[in-house]
Each structure stands twice: as structure tokens, then as C-alpha cells.
């Protein structure tokens, strides 16, 4: 059974990363989740169709302003600005999620231990967490923080109070891949300028979110049916950890 649910809007980019998040978090439809950096808010609409309740925490409150529509068409979903690194702004929801996630936001985060402590702060006993970001090599970075060593993210994830954890390398799998090239990436990276520049205008980009939502929905769940999207490198023996999308499943 298809996990994939269409969301007309917010008007998003290829959302290929919301398999990810499907296969690899259980989420039933009792599910109390927190997203941490909710970017476009094309995830955290998708997991409202799921779960019980979502709570996006972003930094920016412009964000967070622009996003306040979705509030209105999920009414089991809200934003709320707030930096998981202090905890006074943990604090309202201490305990509060069964599941948390965050893709994309680590690599821009300065202090990644106070992160880790903020995301067991959040989850209930026994809550899930799944993290996933681009490790950057050094002479490549565009965030404020890297990794040499899985074990440094082994070593926060304990001392976070994480009683289980695993840490890999995402790929997209060789069946799925070939579907993301050709339908994904290269339609967006070959659309004609005039197309690009239209759709840097947000009226344009309102107007058109349904017709592309429905678009990238389709291909998501053409993905999806050839079988799992991403493959795990668990052991980081065919991947370099230092230049490679990293995946953080751990249990409070």
C-alpha cells in the first residue's frame, strides 16, 4: 500500500527525499511528529496527511509567516519558531513527540550536540528520530558544520541519552534512480529559463502548485513501486563518509 499522499500545496521542488523519510520512519496515523527546519513545508504538509499531529520548528519567522496558509488546509498541523539548540524553546514540548525528523539541517546547525539534546528532549520514551544531511568535504561546505568520523555522531546520539542508533550512507537505489534522472533531476535542471524566472515569483508558483505537485506525486509514487528507493550503506565500505548524504536513525 502506497504510503505517498498528495498535497497540492506548498509548491515544491522534487520532493524525493519524502521517500527516504517514508521508508525508513514507521508512522501510523496516532503519531505525534516534530520536523525540525520545515524548508518549503512540502514534508510537513505530506506528514500531516499521515499522523495524528505535526509541529514544524523553524528559525526564521518570515518562514514561518509564509507558511501559516497550510495551518488553515491541515488543521492537525503548525509552525512555530523556535531553535531546537535552546532549550527554553524545547521546553513547551518537552516529551511531547513520538517521532521527529529533520532532512537537510544538520550541516547548517553550529552546534550539533545541543541539537541531538534538544531532539531527546522533544521525543517521549521510546520515541523515534531520523535525521538526514548532506556531509560535506571541507572544501565544498556551503553549511557551518561537517563530520571525519560516523563515530562523532555515534558519540552525540549517546550522550544525548539515545539508547539506540544507527548511522549510513543513503543512495538511491539503481531501479529508482533511473526514474529520479529522468523524470526529476533533468526535467529540473533542463526547464527553460523563462520557466525558472516565472517560477521565482510567488503568485506564479501558488498558482501552478497544484499542476507540479501532482506531477512530482506521480513520479514519487512511480519510484516508489519499483520496489525500496534507497539503499543504506551501513558500513560506509563502499561510500566516503566525508562526501556523502548521511542517514541518523536512533531510538529515545
Given at each position: 500500500?502506497?504510503?505517498?499522499?498528495?498535497i497540492p500545496y506548498p509548491p515544491t521542488a522534487f520532493p524525493f527525499r519524502d521517500l527516504l523519510v517514508l521508508e525508513r520512519l514507521p508512522l501510523?496515523?496516532?503519531?505525534?511528529?516534530?520536523?525540525?527546519?520545515?524548508?518549503?513545508?512540502?514534508?510537513?504538509?505530506?506528514?500531516?496527511?499521515?499522523?495524528?499531529?505535526?509541529?514544524?520548528?523553524?528559525?526564521?519567522?518570515?518562514?514561518?509567516?509564509?507558511?501559516?496558509?497550510l495551518e488553515g488546509l491541515h488543521p492537525n498541523l503548525r509552525f512555530v519558531v523556535a531553535d531546537i539548540t535552546e532549550p527554553a524553546a524545547c521546553?513547551?514540548?518537552?516529551?511531547?513527540?513520538?517521532?521527529?525528523?529533520?532532512?537537510?539541517?544538520?550541516?547548517?546547525?553550529?552546534?550539533?550536540?545541543?541539537?541531538?539534546?534538544?531532539?531527546?528532549?522533544?521525543?517521549?520514551?521510546?520515541?523515534?528520530?531520523l535525521v538526514t544531511f548532506r556531509n560535506e568535504p571541507k572544501h565544498e561546505m556551503r553549511g557551518v558544520t561537517r563530520f571525519d568520523d560516523p563515530?562523532?555522531?555515534?558519540?552525540?546520539?549517546?550522550?544525548?541519552?539515545?539508547?539506540?542508533?544507527?548511522?549510513?550512507?543513503?543512495?538511491?537505489?539503481?531501479?529508482?534512480?533511473?526514474?529520479?534522472?529522468?523524470?526529476?533531476?533533468?526535467?529540473?535542471?533542463?526547464?527553460?529559463?523563462?520557466?525558472?524566472?516565472?517560477?521565482?515569483?510567488?503568485?506564479?508558483?501558488?498558482?501552478?502548485?497544484?499542476?507540479?505537485?501532482?506531477?512530482?506525486?506521480?513520479?514519487?509514487?512511480?519510484?516508489?513501486?519499483?520496489?525500496?528507493?534507497?539503499?543504506?550503506?551501513?558500513?560506509?565500505?563502499?561510500?566516503?563518509?566525508?562526501?556523502?548524504?548521511?542517514?541518523?536513525?536512533?531510538?529515545?
Amino acid at each position: 500500500m502506497s504510503r505517498v499522499a498528495f498535497i497540492p500545496y506548498p509548491p515544491t521542488a522534487f520532493p524525493f527525499r519524502d521517500l527516504l523519510v517514508l521508508e525508513r520512519l514507521p508512522l501510523s496515523a496516532g503519531d505525534r511528529v516534530c520536523e525540525i527546519g520545515v524548508g518549503s513545508g512540502g514534508t510537513t504538509a505530506r506528514l500531516a496527511k499521515i499522523c495524528k499531529e505535526v509541529v514544524g520548528f523553524e528559525t526564521s519567522a518570515r518562514a514561518v509567516q509564509a507558511l501559516r496558509y497550510l495551518e488553515g488546509l491541515h488543521p492537525n498541523l503548525r509552525f512555530v519558531v523556535a531553535d531546537i539548540t535552546e532549550p527554553a524553546a524545547c521546553a513547551p514540548y518537552a516529551g511531547h513527540f513520538t517521532k521527529l525528523i529533520a532532512c537537510d539541517t544538520l550541516q547548517h546547525v553550529r552546534d550539533p550536540r545541543a541539537f541531538f539534546a534538544g531532539a531527546a528532549a522533544l521525543l517521549e520514551r521510546g520515541g523515534h528520530l531520523l535525521v538526514t544531511f548532506r556531509n560535506e568535504p571541507k572544501h565544498e561546505m556551503r553549511g557551518v558544520t561537517r563530520f571525519d568520523d560516523p563515530r562523532e555522531l555515534e558519540d552525540l546520539l549517546a550522550a544525548a541519552g539515545f539508547s539506540e542508533y544507527r548511522v549510513g550512507a543513503t543512495h538511491l537505489s539503481g531501479k529508482t534512480k533511473r526514474v529520479a534522472d529522468v523524470l526529476g533531476f533533468r526535467p529540473s535542471a533542463l526547464a527553460p529559463k523563462y520557466l525558472r524566472r516565472k517560477l521565482e515569483n510567488e503568485d506564479t508558483r501558488q498558482r501552478l502548485a497544484p499542476a507540479l505537485n501532482a506531477y512530482w506525486f506521480g513520479v514519487l509514487r512511480l519510484m516508489e513501486s519499483r520496489g525500496p528507493a534507497f539503499d543504506i550503506d551501513w558500513t560506509f565500505e563502499d561510500t566516503q563518509f566525508t562526501a556523502c548524504q548521511v542517514l541518523v536513525l536512533a531510538r529515545r
